[in-house]
């Protein structure tokens, strides 16, 4: 046991066994500083997250959660998409500004897939991501297609505006 202890020592010691400890450790370090970094980047979304669905939960009676989103428009806004306990789907628009919650059934409204579309008539291309947010009192879907953000109204499915390239 201490012939291969000190055989051990002896590789470790020459320049290919520091060459692969040295290795080793400079590969653990940055490893484990990237999931660090991860983890602190994604912290600010994920408290985001549970607090809103901690507010759609209380407010709107949400038993299951579908979907959570960030909406950036004029004000900042969290959207949690799910389902009540009358088995209702709705959006649950929070504002990080305000303390008003704004609950929207989705069949009172246009789906998605509908306003990519309207979008897509008004000149976007592929669409990267649609949100769901609120601007002049309204609600809205933002589609994001290129470097333009499509708005169309979520009640009446008109479409607003254009904005970006």
């Known amino acids: 046991m201490e012939k291969k202890i000190f055989q051990l020592l002896e590789w470790m010691a020459s320049k290919t066994g520091q060459l692969v400890l040295g290795s ?3 590969l653990s370090v940055v490893t484990f500083s990237i ?3 991860w983890d602190m980047a994604a912290a600010p979304f994920n408290k985001a997250r549970s607090q ?3 507010v759609a ?3 709107a009676d949400l038993q299951t959660v579908k979907d959570f989103s960030i909406y950036n428009g004029t004000e900042t806004y969290f ?26 059934p989705l069949a009172q409204g246009i789906s ?14 592929q669409v990267e991501r649609v949100l769901l947010g609120i601007r002049d009192d309204k609600p809205i879907w933002e589609v994001k ?12 499915g008109s479409f607003v505006k254009k904005e970006g390239l």
Do not use: H
Request: no cysteine; charged share 15%.
């Open 112 to 125: 998605q897939e509908e306003a990519q579309a309207i979008a897509k008539e008004n000149g976007a291309g």
């Open 79 to 104: 959207s949690v998409f799910g389902t009540t306990s009358q088995g209702e789907d709705v959006a649950v628009l929070i504002p990080e500004a305000s303390s008003t919650v704004y609950v929207y």
């Open 145 to 156: 297609s290129g470097t333009a953000y499509y708005l169309v109204e979520f009640e009446t």
């Open 52 to 54: 809103a669905v901690a």
């Open 57 to 59: 939960t209380e407010y």
């Open 35 to 37: 999931f660090t970094i």
């Open 24 to 26: 080793f450790i400079l």
